[in-house]
């Protein structure tokens, strides 16, 4: 009589479960991946949330000063602004993002920074529709995220991690946590993975300059900017394909290659289990649903989502705008970019880029600066060299304005000469791959 208490109690929890596995996933997906057309606009549902909110007369302005006074000051009142030197630089650069905001709104300062392709592409196109989409998107990355879908993709990447990408098999879930969460969230994994003894040095640094790149959420205002919207299930996924070929790669190249074996302090590594074979479906299932069946509430898990999207915007709303709009002035006024530009001239000019083969260059430099000020620069080159530049800037992840100084704050053993190595290397790779797909799936 027991037994079959216990048994009629667990049939309706598991199928409560599944429900919300595949119910909740399901809504994720949709929002991400899903276009739809809504007015004479096609695109995925989170965009026509962010569209409609900024249709709001001056919401766009003044939410985004909100961010970056509010973000700018954070570091002083919580005093960590000079916890070491890269976190003091970066608070000096949030406090400049302040001023750099009342010279777009009140339009100060020369003609020539006001003009469309300068200070109003960064804070219009940038800054604006960036700090806006974190966290709505963050709201939706909760059905991502949170319920078991990254387990259950996990599962399935496990048999390829270590031979294809040198890395154990829980990596994949940083792999996809960065991907449709953002780089912070899979440092902050990588980090304590690294410090609890499951990651090599040399397998931490992998993850964290191979897969915390921006999420689908940055993606959406790239593709947006340059034109791709319509092309997104095809730009989306070629890029994660593209980044994770690259990463594969790299991981045989120096620096990464002669990163140390031991784990955290020198270390052993604690080694993962084997999983059994011919269960593989089965194993992704189950593991989906124990993590779905751990998660927290939707209503809960919706706000702590959100909690971490506003803290995102806050970190990174008034970097955006300082070192975007200083990327710009320096490569406006200055040859420094032009200069960085011929590492990768002879690339864009043998893949056949012709006249706009120096543009493109220039475009891949600037990307260290910020991720996003390559699409100013090519904002008025052809259809090919945008879809290009939609692709590397994303797939190369090195960028001063975020993802280093994240890096930089973790304990992994990973330094700047280093960091700036893979990202000429990411650069080169991600521009030989992108340019024939660009070809045949985007143009």
Request: hydrophobic letters at 55%; aromatic letters at 12%; charged letters at 15%.
């Amino acid at each position: 009589m027991l037994e079959r208490t216990t048994s009629t109690l667990k049939t309706p929890r598991k199928l409560e479960t599944m429900a919300k596995f595949f119910l909740l996933n399901l809504l994720g997906i949709f929002m991400f991946f899903i276009p739809i057309t809504i007015g004479k606009a096609k695109s995925i549902p989170i965009d026509h949330i962010v569209t409609f909110i900024r249709q709001i007369p001056n919401f766009g302005i003044v939410y985004a000063g909100i961010i970056i006074f509010v973000g700018a000051i954070l570091p002083f009142v919580k005093k960590t602004w000079n916890k070491d030197a890269v976190t003091t630089v970066f608070s000096i650069f949030k406090v400049l993002g302040i001023f750099v905001y009342f010279v777009a709104i009140f339009k100060l300062g020369p003609e020539r920074i006001q003009t469309p392709g300068m200070l109003p592409f960064v804070f219009n196109k940038v800054v604006i529709p960036v700090t806006m989409l974190v966290p709505v998107g963050a709201v939706f990355l909760a059905f991502l995220i949170n319920y078991g879908l990254m387990e259950f993709v996990g599962v399935f990447m496990r048999p390829v991690m270590r031979p294809v990408w040198k890395t154990p098999g829980r990596s994949a879930v940083d792999a996809v946590a960065s991907f449709v969460g953002s780089y912070s969230v899979g440092l902050l994994i990588t980090n304590r993975v690294y410090k609890e003894g499951y990651y090599s040095t040399k397998e931490a640094c992998i993850i964290a300059t191979g897969f915390s790149t921006v999420s689908a959420t940055f993606m959406v205002v790239v593709a947006k900017t340059l034109g791709l919207m319509d092309k997104w299930n095809a730009y989306f996924w070629g890029t994660l394909v593209i980044t994770f070929i690259v990463t594969a790669i790299t991981t045989m190249l120096y620096p990464l290659s002669k990163k140390s074996d031991k784990g955290y302090n020198d270390k052993p590594v604690i080694l993962e289990p084997t999983a059994e074979k011919g269960m593989l479906f089965s194993t992704a299932l189950e593991e989906g649903l124990n993590a779905c069946e751990a998660a927290p509430g939707v209503v809960q898990g919706i706000i702590k989502n959100f909690k971490d999207g506003i803290g995102l915007a806050l970190a990174i709303g008034p970097t955006l705008i300082s070192i975007g709009f200083f990327g710009l002035v320096l490569a406006e006024y200055t040859p420094i970019f032009d200069i960085m530009g011929y590492i990768f001239l002879p690339f864009t000019t043998l893949l056949g880029f012709g006249a706009e083969a120096a543009v493109l260059a220039k475009g891949l430099a600037i990307s260290l600066a910020e991720m996003f000020l390559p699409a100013s620069i090519v904002a008025s080159a052809s259809p090919t060299v945008k879809a290009v530049v939609a692709i590397v800037c994303v797939s190369e992840i090195l960028f001063f304005s975020a993802s280093i100084p994240c890096i930089l704050s973790t304990e992994i053993k990973i330094n700047v000469k280093d960091l700036l190595i893979i990202w000429v290397e990411r650069i080169i790779l991600s521009l030989v791959l992108a340019t024939p797909f660009v070809h045949l799936f985007l143009t």
